[in-house]
């Protein structure tokens, strides 16, 4: 066991690799980053996340944790003398825990969609992010961030949403969030990326951005595209 | 104020039977009340607004969603006795993980078997086994997925095993030749009061998948 060690095996502009080293900046934890390809997977990835083969992968004193919502789990209960992003209480943490799970399994694929596909199937994926998000925006209760007066667990976890939606809404010129539809949401978006850490760990625009177009070139051109 | 801790399920969802297992092991008493999924109910509408699903949780008049979410919240409100989740971080995530496994691969690859045909029935019943062996190999020679005492993962794939003969006569396996110290678990669970009292017949499951699949035209 290589000791206390914390390394994150990720991808700069993967979302939910992004959470984890939000999570680990807040948590103010020390980590090694090892940036990986996104078509090219290394044999230490491959080895850590044999099943999924994907990142995020963090290693903690020799010992890997994957799939993102177990990791920020275990970054919170491990690292636990402060910045919880998870309350004490039950019933808020199921609910935490519920919107979590709705945002990355329908909020996800529905943006995902919009930015993959054209035409009819594009304008069906952009109704099913717009009603999902919505939805999603409920969940802030009138505050300022999903944890309330701070950010918590479901700021981490919709976090990227703040970042990448603007960005394709300019590659697909479609509206995904609308001010006046979801002020709310629309103002969470500016509250998350103004905070402290998180402005700090923000993929360069520009370089997202270019990614971004060309993702959609490929996502488009792809024969598993229907 | 006296507690009231209510379930909406549905007798043959491997989803939702992990609730009555996991209440079960932790000796709450509960109001069982069964949901009709082709004329869901207002109480179901109205407690699951967003995915309108089974199994949902009533603790004290709030609802709870989500069958691994349930699960681990009856286990962080309910403390006396043995814990369903590991104490230490590290196994605990482990424990998650298996259990997200078995939502997001084995339950959903297990189902193409019964949904599809010729080659595709193949290769999903190929998968199938892949992911018992996995989960085989993860089990190793504990007793239990969770040790020495039956945990998370257990509750989360023990609700699952009235399906499994209706897998084996669909796909023509015998899971006890491809999985023998998975099937030593399954008999293990089966021996706890907490799974054979939640857990419907293996054939009632078969006959109900014959009727659902008349239903969804796979006859």
Redesign the interface.
């Known amino acids: 066991m290589e000791g206390d060690e914390v390394t994150l095996f990720g991808m700069w502009p993967a979302p939910m690799a992004l959470r984890i080293e939000w999570a680990l900046k807040l948590k103010r934890i020390k980590y090694k980053y090892i940036d990986e390809d996104h078509y090219t997977k290394s044999p230490l990835l491959l080895k850590y996340n044999p099943?999924y083969k994907k990142v995020p992968v963090l290693v903690?004193g020799g010992?890997p944790?994957?799939?993102s919502?177990?990791?920020l789990?275990?970054i919170d209960?491990?690292w636990n003398e402060d910045c919880m992003f998870l309350t004490d209480d039950?019933?808020e943490?199921?609910i935490a825990?519920?919107w979590a799970?709705?945002s990355d399994d329908k909020c996800w694929p529905a943006i995902v969609g919009v930015l993959s596909k054209t035409g009819e199937a594009q304008e069906k994926a952009l109704k099913e992010a717009q009603e999902s998000l919505k939805?999603l925006g409920e969940a802030l209760n009138g505050n300022k961030f999903f944890g309330g007066e701070m950010i918590g667990y479901l700021d981490i976890t919709n976090g990227w949403i703040s970042y990448w939606v603007p960005l394709i809404e300019v590659v697909t010129d479609l509206k995904l969030v609308d001010e006046n539809e979801m002020p709310s949401l629309h103002a969470w978006f500016r509250n998350f990326l103004d905070f402290p850490v998180i402005k700090e760990m923000l993929p360069p625009r520009e370089r997202l951005l270019s990614h971004l177009k060309s993702l959609r070139e490929d996502l488009i051109a792809s024969p598993s595209n229907s | 104020m006296a507690e009231s801790v209510v379930l909406l399920g549905f007798w043959a969802s491997p989803y939702a039977l992990r609730v009555p297992i996991a209440l079960a092991e932790k000796g709450v008493e509960f109001e069982y009340k069964e949901q009709d999924l082709s004329s869901k109910s207002t109480l179901l509408l109205q407690s699951n607004p967003?995915h309108k699903k089974v199994p949902v949780l009533i603790?004290n008049e709030?609802p709870?969603?989500?069958s691994l979410?349930?699960v681990?919240?009856i286990d962080?409100?309910w403390t006396d006795g043995s814990s369903l989740m590991p104490k230490d971080?590290?196994q605990?995530?482990n424990a998650?993980?298996w259990a997200?496994?078995i939502d997001k691969k084995v339950i959903g690859t297990s189902a193409r078997i019964w949904k599809s045909k010729g080659e595709a029935k193949e290769t999903a019943k190929k998968e199938f086994i892949e992911c018992l062996k996995?989960l085989e190999g993860e089990l190793g020679d504990k007793p239990y997925f969770g040790g020495d005492t039956f945990g998370f993962v257990d509750v989360a794939f023990s609700a699952y095993c009235c399906w499994f003969y209706s897998l084996e006569i669909e796909g023509n396996f015998k899971m006890e030749e491809e999985c023998p110290k998975l099937m030593e678990w399954v008999k293990r669970c089966m021996e706890r009061e907490s799974v054979s009292k939640a857990l419907p017949d293996q054939h009632k499951i078969y006959d109900y998948l014959g009727h659902l699949k008349k239903r969804l035209g796979l006859e």
Do not use: G, K, N, S
């Open positions: 099943i903690h010992r944790i994957v799939e919502l177990v990791i789990e275990y209960e491990t039950p019933c943490r199921a825990r519920f799970r709705f939805t | 967003i603790h709030r709870i969603c989500e979410i349930i681990q919240y962080e409100v971080p590290y605990r995530a998650r993980f997200d496994y996995l």
